[in-house]
């Protein structure tokens, strides 16, 4: 069964660094996602992208985040200069644009920043 | 606005015992979906079922049903016969036909804990 897979499973880096968060969705899907869980707390919506470009982001997706298409398979998300309260569990979804279908979660990259 | 509560933080039940997890949402779109995903342990998010606004059939799925009903916006899911694999976190979610990136709405979750 086709699933969405996320690497690195865990990623600690240090205040200020960047990271890349790699995601490859389910290949017949268009519609992409990030979301983000900080420990213990409910899912959060951070951004959608659809046919290259975002179409929807939320207060907590500023300027120190981006993502990217780079090609034909690969959807990541980067934080360009990281702060403490970036840690969190980051979901990559995917889903398919024939009506409303839900969407499939990646297994996450737990992010840590020291 | 759009908002999803799980007023459940956490459930306790020995195995074997029926449970019901409650839902309840808000939204001024006359068109909506909502969703049911489990987080076990391991943490990913495992989708369970999905639910249009225009179909309030209730679902059942082995020893899982969920009641939907639009005139108290609940969407409430039950296990039956709870098994200690049933343990996890359980996220309720909601989706708008007007937001044109479906983006998921998440509740806080209720943790459900099955003892042997």
Known sequence: EPEVTQTPSHQVTQMGQEVILRCVPISNHLYFYWYRQILGQKVEFLVSFYNNEISEKSEIFDDQFSVERPDGSNFTLKIRSTKLEDSAMYFCASRETTGVNEQFFGPGTRLTVL | ?116
């Open chain 2, 1 to 116: 606005a759009q908002k999803v509560t799980q007023a459940q933080t956490e459930i306790s039940v020995v195995e074997k015992e029926d449970v019901t997890l409650d839902c309840v949402y808000e939204t001024r779109d006359t068109t909506y979906y909502l969703f049911w995903y489990k987080q076990p342990p391991s943490g990913e998010l495992v989708f369970l079922i999905r639910r249009n606004s225009f179909d309030e059939q209730n679902e059942i799925s082995g020893r899982y049903s969920w009641n939907f009903q639009k005139s108290t916006s609940s969407f409430n899911f039950t296990i039956t016969a709870s098994q200690v694999v049933d343990s996890a976190v359980y996220f309720c979610a909601l989706s708008e036909a007007l937001d044109s990136s479906y983006k998921l709405i998440f509740g806080s979750g209720t943790r459900l804990l099955v003892r042997p």
